[in-house]
């Protein structure tokens, strides 16, 4: 092989080197498993809720990590089970407080599941917001390793309410409906805006009042709309009917005309 035909293959050895480096850069490193059981979507402000995540594939990045966890929750308590291959309990630990780390994930132990079980009360509302629905953590699990290496497991959110605010809730998103069904009348789109600034600061009786006004404007401009077709739909119909009668008194007219020709 001459010195060109070398140079050439020590170029394209090095490129296809720097190109599995860049590849293996970009692939993503392989992630714990996790399946969500028993997760509520929402939980009313003072009332206790429990969160389940099973985290599976456990040993696809290291085989002994630290789980670590928090939550928006208040007076919370965390259990975490490890689960062996057969489904037997290997161990169990438990953590008091919104935040917890160090429960060990080791292959040694031949613990296949972790299973996380988070309860606590929905704290209270800090800021209303109609689209999206206030909302809180309902848990963050995170990997970590000594020396700082953490990567997300988990973050979920559950909507949080009162029953002040569930109700104003209910009078929007029925009046929302009424107005998507009106095609979106411009007084109906007014009071509608008006009852969301009300919800989100707050003041759910003017919520209501302004859902429930904004309803009766969808509603009567769907009304008037459904007046004004059949209007159009009989004045449709007297003129089909006008010009049938005129084709019938035309046809027997000719035909009459005819008749005295022949006579």
Same mark, same amino acid.
């Given at each position: 092989?001459?010195?060109?035909?070398?140079?050439?293959?020590?170029?394209?050895?090095?490129?296809?080197?720097? &190109?599995?480096?860049?590849?293996?850069?970009? #692939?993503?490193? =392989? !992630?714990?498993?996790? %399946?969500?059981?028993?997760?509520?979507?929402?939980?009313?402000?003072?009332?206790?809720?429990? =969160?389940?995540?099973?985290?599976?594939?456990?040993?696809?990045?290291?085989?002994?990590?630290?789980?670590? %966890?928090?939550?928006?929750?208040?007076?919370?308590?965390?259990?975490?089970?490890?689960?062996?291959? #057969?489904?037997?309990?290997?161990?169990?630990?438990?953590?008091?407080?919104?935040? &917890?780390?160090?429960?060990?994930?080791?292959?040694?132990?031949?613990?296949?599941?972790?299973?996380?079980?988070?309860?606590?009360?929905?704290?209270?509302?800090?800021?209303?917001?109609?689209?999206?629905?206030?909302? &809180?953590?309902?848990?963050?699990?995170?990997?970590?390793?000594?020396? +700082?290496?953490?990567?997300?497991?988990?973050?979920?959110? !559950?909507?949080?309410?009162?029953?002040?605010?569930?109700?104003?809730?209910? =009078?929007?998103?029925?009046?929302?409906?009424?107005?998507? #069904?009106?095609?979106?009348?411009?007084? #109906?789109?007014?009071?509608?805006?008006?009852?969301?600034?009300?919800?989100?600061?707050?003041?759910?009786?003017?919520?209501?009042?302004?859902?429930?006004?904004?309803?009766?404007?969808?509603?009567?401009?769907?009304?008037?709309?459904?007046?004004?077709?059949?209007?159009?739909? +009989?004045? !449709?119909?007297?003129?089909?009917?006008?010009?049938?009668?005129?084709?019938? &008194?035309?046809?027997?007219?000719?035909?009459?005309?005819?008749?005295?020709?022949? +006579?």
């Amino acid at each position: 092989m001459t010195r060109t035909n070398l140079s050439r293959c020590s170029r394209l050895t090095a490129v296809l080197a720097v &190109f599995a480096l860049l590849l293996a850069a970009a #692939a993503p490193a =392989a !992630a714990v498993s996790v %399946g969500q059981t028993d997760v509520p979507e929402e939980g009313e402000v003072g009332s206790q809720v429990t =969160a389940t995540v099973t985290l599976t594939e456990l040993y696809d990045t290291y085989e002994t990590w630290q789980l670590a %966890g928090s939550t928006g929750l208040q007076d919370v308590t965390w259990t975490v089970t490890f689960v062996n291959q #057969a489904g037997n309990q290997v161990r169990q630990e438990s953590f008091d407080g919104q935040n &917890f780390s160090g429960a060990t994930v080791d292959i040694n132990e031949g613990t296949a599941e972790v299973r996380v079980r988070v309860t606590g009360t929905v704290p209270e509302i800090e800021e209303y917001s109609y689209d999206p629905q206030q909302s &809180f953590t309902l848990f963050a699990l995170d990997q970590t390793r000594e020396g +700082g290496t953490s990567n997300a497991l988990s973050n979920v959110s !559950a909507a949080q309410y009162t029953a002040e605010s569930q109700e104003a809730r209910e =009078a929007l998103e029925s009046a929302r409906a009424a107005i998507d #069904a009106a095609g979106n009348p411009e007084t #109906a789109e007014t009071s509608f805006a008006s009852a969301v600034d009300a919800y989100e600061a707050g003041n759910f009786d003017n919520a209501i009042s302004n859902a429930e006004r904004a309803e009766t404007e969808a509603n009567q401009a769907e009304s008037s709309q459904q007046q004004t077709q059949l209007i159009i739909y +009989g004045v !449709a119909a007297v003129v089909v009917l006008a010009l049938v009668a005129g084709g019938v &008194f035309l046809f027997l007219r000719s035909r009459d005309s005819g008749y005295d020709k022949l +006579g």
